[in-house]
């Protein structure tokens, strides 16, 4: 290993609160709990043995400030440490660890930016607990809607605002970590790719023009509780069985969509709920999550058009109801093509391959782009394999994460003279 | 309303712990939990006003004793009070409810049985709570396989030892509730039909002849977590979108068996477990719970072996790995024909019309028949409609029950001379 990797290494474990990487169950950091303040504090005292200045902002995101000239305007780097449930140790980490890195690797070039960097460590950035993702970036880009928010649930009952309130913040002031379109002037991400675009074209890094945001749909199906045993085929209202087809449905529309279109697409049956799925109860009432992407807008609207009129065609040939429920409906968001030059310039400086490439996922970028120039940047994850305890970055691509991150700061920001 | 039915009525809704039985979302008296151990103070309070001499055994069933000669033998009644969650009012209580009855039209009678009368309030007949029923008859004909249940779980993770402890038992002792063969002499349970079989032939009770257990198949279909936006769909091995076919084939095969056949088959897909269950991850792994039932058992068998084959072709079809593992296989019940003929020759006695029929639910008196010749009464409930709040049987119904078994009671014993 290089002194880099040994550096990325070392603060990749300390990051994920743990000795070691390779867990069966992965990590779990879900959002405003204990878990995940841990990991804010992993951050805290790297960014501190950096000398940078650190503090946190009403929505409980960490900023860990370069500052050179109060003067200046502040160029942003960031990311998350939260996670899903099992999840892995690189996505979001793998964001903060890059930018901490770059700041080391300016510091030890004795490079003074002429103007200020801030890295920002987003909280709950992830949907897993109350199906809400980017808390924290959305209050810092002044997108979030805290009465919408404020009793939404996680399963165990608990609302956003006890969460937030437990987590030592105060709800009513969430929203004042919102900043002016002055304080910031660009924000840049690092992000595993949780994808294999980049290994296929055989490229070293991708840069990302646009992020996919999804359709989701809740479709519940009313049928009839009864007993599995006493009542006959014929008079049964089974809501999963009568539901069923559309899991199929959703899956081999998509694979004929991507054979139709060139923008890819992709759509997933990811959740259910029985009730009251138990051995001797004929289902009665069945809710399927849907989650739609693609960046182009059109083909998601196509298909949760299509997936209607299928639920539609239920109703009609079954003795049950179909209500459907948009979720999330947001359009795709296109990052700041300059700042995407400035990252191929780098690239090729440091005689790397990149992808120009779209992302699948959301990220933290997407609320920043709404208010600042943005821009995101991919590395290699092992077969795309993320949201799992398997999920696997090679240190090399870290350090090379780390490198373009670094002299990008570099064509941001300056020498100060 | 008669008196006999404002009796009914009253202890009604003091087994059920209510002032009245319509609530939206039912009754919910889980196995060994407090609110099943309250329904059981009710029984007992009943009884003991009857002047039945009351006390629990090792698993936790109350018997109410009505001992008129210790030399005698024993004639037994009885069902439960537990229920599944959210169910109804009637299932199982009825059992308990008419068995009270019967005694107090004898003693309004002044009449002496020749016999003892034992009523059994079982423990614990559902499976809602730990994925096995009849807990309670199932110790007292000695049926009960202590070791191979004592880690079973509840969703919350709490064994059934656990369980049985806190509900103020042994768990070492649990299997002494075993009663010897000459202990009783014969058993008889009422039970709501959950069905329309009776309705369907205008009769006013059934007298059943056969109890059709069922085939219960636990089915994992293991593919791969992955991102739900990030991971094309080519790319994906997504366990629920390739198992759903078998929920739709389980229906259709179904449907189809009971075209060929005369006899009845019903089978369910009743319960789903995904993980993880959340809206950004494609589902990793897939349980899926099937109820089979039919008093044919070879049906049962059949349909069980085409799921397997139905398993294996998505197995080489899809990239994901599917286990079968049988829950429970047990073979149809027959009842005694003695019993049912005493019952059948009652029932001309009162002028009622009714009907021979097969039970495809399970009851106590399953594990009973093992031991000691047994017999199983339906009375009709609403629409068939059972385990849902919407369970209904009429109070005429439930008097027409307990003057069944009152003058079942009357073959039975003899009057004391």
Known sequence: MTNLEEWLNRHLLELNLTDEMDYENGFTRLSYTEEEKQAHQAFSRIAENLGLDVHSDQAGNVWADWKTDTEAPVVALG???DTVSSGGGYDGVAGVLTALAAIKL?????????????????????????????????????LLDKDDLAD????????????????????????????GEKELESFLELHIEQGTQIENNGADIGIVRGVA?????????EGMANHTGTTPMHRRSDAFAAIAPLITFVEEQANQMNEEQDVPL?????????????????PG???????IRSVDDTLKKELADRIESFCRKIEDKRKIQVHLNTLVNNDSVFLDPNLQGKLAQVADQLHLNSLEMDSGAGHDVMNMAEKWPSGLLFIPCEEGISHHPKEYAPKADLAIGARVMAEYLKVETGEKP
Not at 267 to 275: D, E, I, K, N, Y
């Open 79 to 81: 990311s998350h440490v």
């Open 106 to 142: 300016l510091k030890d070039e004795d490079y003074t930016p002429h103007k200020n960097i801030s890295v920002i460590c987003f909280a709950s950035e992830e949907s897993a607990r109350f199906g809400v993702s980017t808390i924290g970036s959305k209050a810092v880009s002044g």
């Open 152 to 179: 939404v649930e996680d399963v165990e009952g608990v609302t956003i605002k006890e969460a937030v309130e437990s987590f030592g913040l105060s709800w009513d002031t969430i929203d004042q970590a919102e900043k």
């Open 213 to 221: 945001c999804p359709i989701r749909l809740q479709i519940t199906a």
């Open 266 to 282: 992709v759509a997933t049956v990811s959740t259910v709920q029985l009730h009251p799925n138990v051995m001797n109860v004929i």
């Open 285 to 291: 009432q069945v809710e399927l999550g849907i989650d």
